[in-house]
């Protein structure tokens, strides 16, 4: 098993500060051009979607635990040009997370219904969690 450097980071400071519970995160990698978002702590091992998504599924249940998202701010450029128009609420700094599933939702081309499927899930999480990432990948790339 591989495990991400935003997952192990986080798993060694849960470890540092035992009584500290695992919250839901979403961190940005600016050189990996990737967003990495955890729900669980749980074991996991990757299973790759798409060229932009892959998922974190538990080894103890099979369900979704996380995700990666490659090549955001491509992404994001490619959704301003699009849609020159297009904004993103942006508060203290942070990008809520359900923003960026929903901008690689609506950039898939005739995908199966499994994968529309997914990236709906991982949005509604993001949601719930009110998981956000430090902006800069609308800015950078407007």
């Known amino acids: 098993m591989s495990r991400s450097a935003a997952y192990a980071e986080y798993i060694d400071k849960l470890l540092a500060e035992p009584e500290r519970e695992f919250a839901p995160f979403a961190e940005y990698d600016a050189d990996g051009d990737c967003i990495e978002f955890f729900m669980k702590p749980d074991p996991h091992f990757a299973e790759r979607i798409d060229g932009l ?18 090549r955001v701010s491509v992404l994001c450029a490619e959704i301003l040009g699009k849609f020159p128009g297009f904004r993103v609420e942006i508060h203290d700094g942070k990008v809520p997370l359900v923003h960026i599933f929903r901008v690689s939702l609506w950039s898939l081309r005739h995908e199966r219904d499994d994968v529309v499927h997914i990236y709906k899930f991982l949005a509604a999480k993001a949601e719930e969690f009110g998981a956000e990432v430090e902006d800069g990948l609308f800015t950078r790339t407007a």
């Open 53 to 70: 998504l892959t998922v974190y599924r538990s080894q103890e249940s099979n369900e979704i635990v996380g995700a990666q998202i490659k």
